[in-house]
């Protein structure tokens, strides 16, 4: 079944994003053709293929546990939309 | 002689002979850039005092004895690396007043060379694009034809290189946005292994496809950016241990006698455009002449290269890009009631509608009920597709393919169907799925007078003979050499917007 209105209100929902009425029509009729693309991939068996998650089959390095950078939040504070006394401030989540 | 026409290996050498100082060098770009922009808006930020500055330090340091081969070299760099101090906005209002608090690896391994960034160029969104249409910062024009677009999503990189608005560029590669357009504007970009260069500090698009590389006039130019912008980064755990070869010897060293280039059938199907067709097979004659042996391949799993990465690429991109919240840094929306108003005008005033589309699909393919029968699905074949390219490799040293089955289309021509904008990459996107490097090199003109590219795959890592294949090819053909004519005085007949 094609993704309907619903699902892409949905899939808004749980991505946050406010989406208009008119965009959604838009979305769900240009989401359905990519998704119709997709389905050429039911054509192939792939029952006894292993998943590649990753492009070279290689193991993942590990490092001592050490401290390297030392305390920068001034710095990273810096691009923050809303810093008060070394936070970021957000608005109230417990009413 | 004007000196923004000459390559990278032509300036360095005038540097060290110091026929001419990186100061002279970055006000010749600096004035060319201004000259230009206007026209092509290759460029989101251009950085005059910081390049001006950075070329004092290195006459300084040319004088010292102290310069590597990119000292006083004016570079742009694709606005998606992290420049400390340095507005970096990947093509996004979400970043438009991001100043990142320190450099992507890239950046800092350049600037240490001693290169200079002459400013950040245009792209698509996030990456996300094949046109460089995305961009919230407007759209970049072809230097070869103003009314059609120079590719992307690195396209504001490759316009710049192709007008002489720097020496050399960096971009970035997730389906094809370093070779997309440098196939269509008539440079030389390469796609390197995935993992050979660090992607620290380059803004996530999807993380198991992204990789750097380098923009460039010629392959022997590419391979002294690769020199110094490839090697194993502790910030990066994905970025390869393997030694990083003498590029720029190694490129001398190739041999193509006895050598097997394969072509794979699948990429010759209906749908090519004949004069691209026709400079592929002109390409081929002069690797033959050249020793090599054209041998006829198949790749049979390369049509659903496009399902596979339309699922896998905008999976991950729905995850990378959850962190622009509002929070912590980027645009964040005025006066939020709560958390969820927080969250929901920011990243719906931030985001543009592509990168939307693709976070919604990104959402949807992951979501409950539907990850197995589509995530899982695309990670399966991907390895289908890897693993066509492991057999061809058994019985050939390079693919040859073309890079883009059409010369650059017009601007605004695939912006309404998102299906036919993603077909621009079909003959990219299957190497970053198996992870494997790929430049583009120019190899023909269309009657228009546009320039036609040609794709060369190496095997994992073997970027040195793949940068030498190409040189070869570079040393019998000038097509590399050819730049938009008259770029200056026809400029001044047009009218932007």
């Known amino acids: 079944m094609p993704i309907q209105v619903q699902n892409v209100e949905h899939v808004a929902k749980l991505a946050r994003l406010e989406i208009t009425p008119e965009e959604i029509h838009l979305y769900t009729e240009q989401l359905a053709k990519i998704l ?6 039911n054509q192939l068996p792939t029952d006894s293929i292993l998943p590649m998650a990753h492009a070279l089959d290689v193991e993942l390095p590990l490092r001592t546990d050490t401290v390297t950078h030392t305390n920068q939040r001034d710095l990273l504070l810096t691009g923050a939309p809303d810093p008060e006394s070394g936070h970021f401030r957000v608005p109230k989540i417990i009413q | 002689m004007d000196i923004c026409a000459l390559t990278l290996t032509q300036t360095m050498h005038l540097l060290q002979k110091k026929e001419v100082s990186a100061v002279e060098l970055t006000q010749s770009y600096l004035n060319r ?22 070329a004092q330090l290195a006459d300084t340091r040319r004088t010292q004895g102290d310069a590597t081969p990119l000292t006083g070299i004016p570079l742009a760099h694709k606005d998606i690396f992290c420049t400390q101090g340095l507005t970096t906005t990947c093509g996004s209002k979400m970043l438009a007043q991001f100043v990142p608090p320190y450099d992507a690896t890239v950046t800092r391994r350049l600037r240490e060379a001693g290169a200079i960034i002459l400013g950040k160029s245009n792209m698509d969104e996030f990456a996300m694009g094949s046109s460089t249409e995305t961009s919230h910062f407007g759209i970049t024009r072809n230097p070869w034809d103003l ?79 690769l020199q110094v912008m490839a090697g194993s980064d502790p910030l990066d755990a994905t970025s390869l241990p393997n030694p990083v070869p003498d590029y ?52 049979p799993h390369t ?88 057999q061809a490799f058994t019985q050939v040293d390079w693919i040859l393919t073309p890079t883009s089955p059409n010369t650059a289309f017009r ?19 299957n190497v970053n799925l198996a992870g494997l490097p790929a430049l583009s090199l120019p ?55």
């Not at chain 2, 850039?33 to 950075?54: C, K, M, R, W």
């Not at chain 2, 601007?411 to 996107?429: A, H, N, R």
């Not at chain 2, 040195?464 to 570079?474: D, E, K, R, T, Y």
């Open chain 2, 443 to 497: 190899c023909g003109m269309d009657k228009e007078q546009l320039p036609i590219g040609l794709q060369l795959i190496g095997r994992p890592l073997d970027e040195a003979n793949l940068l030498g294949a190409a040189h070869l090819f570079q040393q019998e053909t000038d097509w590399h050499q050819l730049r938009p004519k008259n770029l200056d005085s026809r400029t001044e007949m047009i009218n932007l917007p």
């Open chain 2, 248 to 299: 720029a010897r190694s490129l001398q060293q190739t041999q193509l006698q006895g050598r097997k280039l394969g072509l794979p059938k699948e990429y010759f199907g209906d749908g090519l455009q004949p004069e691209v067709r026709t400079a592929i097979e002109q390409a081929c004659a002069i690797y033959k002449k050249l020793g090599a042996e054209i041998v006829s391949i198949s790749l």
């Open chain 2, 411 to 429: 601007l605004g021509e695939k912006t309404q169907d998102p299906v036919q904008m993603y077909y621009s990459d079909i003959f990219t996107i």
């Open chain 1, 36 to 41: 119709e693309l997709m389905d050429q991939l």
């Open chain 2, 303 to 390: 049509s659903y290269a496009i399902p596979t990465y339309y699922i896998i690429a905008p999976a991950e991109a729905s995850s990378n890009l959850a962190r622009y919240d509002g929070v912590r840094f980027g645009h964040r929306c005025v006066n939020p009631q709560d958390l969820h108003d927080l969250y929901f005008r920011t990243r719906s005033e931030g985001f543009g509608s592509e990168v939307k589309r693709r976070i919604m699909l990104g959402t949807y393919v992951l979501s409950s009920g539907y990850y197995e029968a589509y995530y899982r699905k695309a990670q399966k074949v991907r390895r289908l597709i890897a693993d066509d390219f492991q």
């Open chain 2, 33 to 54: 850039i201004a000259n230009l922009e206007p026209h092509i808006h290759a460029f989101i930020t251009v950085d005059s005092q910081g390049a001006l500055q950075a």
């Open chain 2, 147 to 225: 009314n059609r677009i120079p590719g992307g999503s690195s396209g504001g990189s490759a316009a710049a290189v192709a007008a002489g608005m720097c020496v050399a560029a960096t971009g970035t590669d997730t389906g094809g946005s370093i070779r997309q357009p440098a196939s269509l504007t008539g440079i030389t970009g390469l796609k390197p292994t995935y993992g050979r260069i660090s992607r620290f500090g380059m803004i996530a698009f999807a993380s198991s496809l992204d990789q750097a590389g380098p923009m460039a006039k010629s392959a022997e130019d590419a391979a002294l950016l």
